[in-house]
């Protein structure tokens, strides 16, 4: 079974994705929601009834073989210009997907070679950690037979990124991410966190530190330990805030709290990342960016 899900703003693609299961012998799902349903919920449903957990969606996805999301995003949730992101979208899909592909893989097996990371920008970041006998995944919008076998089982489009998961006791320094992320409605800006031991010590923001703290403070688990590292691939992707942005050709993001998706072992309901430009990345003492030129 093929599960797609919908907004009211992609039900013609929707659509057209359920007929094309239904032309190979799958059989589509298909789940629809609206943005009147959407904001109506948040505003005037209890907390606890959101928090119940939806029985009906788990039978789903027991059966599911694939899952598609042509969900539009929400951008009034986020706190970023949806037509932006719209256009940055549009055009990045349209990129050379093989040559992503190629200079994908050729960065991750540099990856998978090495093990210790050195991350360093302008700005002040200056992180190290290690990524030994952690897989490297390509994102480039198809998920075939070699990624399943290696645990990658879902992808996105736009794409174009190579992801890995730190080791999460390694990471030591300081992030000082250059671009803002979106977080509850509010743009947090030049957020830095501070590492030891591969744990958050301390962070500051510029702009809705506060912000920051409420949902970090409400979280559980490894919500404080570096989860995430990727490297950007695709040269049409705008930076606007949103997660996407570590899809961007020159760029670097790091990221902490759930990784378990990535081969790694945090478990954690929070997950959160932040995007650098320009950054120089090294890896066992030898260059692979400089100063978001790839070095291959």
Known sequence: MVLIETWQHTIDLASDIALECLR???KPLVTLMTDRLWWKALEEIP???MRKTPR???????S???WIDVTPQR?????FDYNRWLKSTEDAIRVDYPKITELGKRIASRLERGSRVHVTSKLGTDI???VS???AHVQDGIVDEEDMARGLVSTQLPSGKVEVAPIETSGRGNVVFDTPRALKGRLITDLQLVFEKGRVREFHAKKYEDVFREVFEATQGDKDSIGHFAIGLNPK???IGYPSDELALGTATIGIGANKGNGGLNDSSFEFSGTLTKPTIDIDGTALMVDGRLVL
């Open 24 to 26: 190979t012998g799958a």
């Open 56 to 62: 009906h969606m788990l039978n789903a996805i027991e």
């Open 75 to 79: 951008a009034r949730a986020y706190g």
């Open 133 to 135: 006998k952690r897989p």
């Open 237 to 239: 992707i705008e930076l």
């Open 64 to 66: 599911t073989t694939v």
């Open 128 to 130: 190290r950690f290690d």
């Open 47 to 49: 907390e606890q009834y």
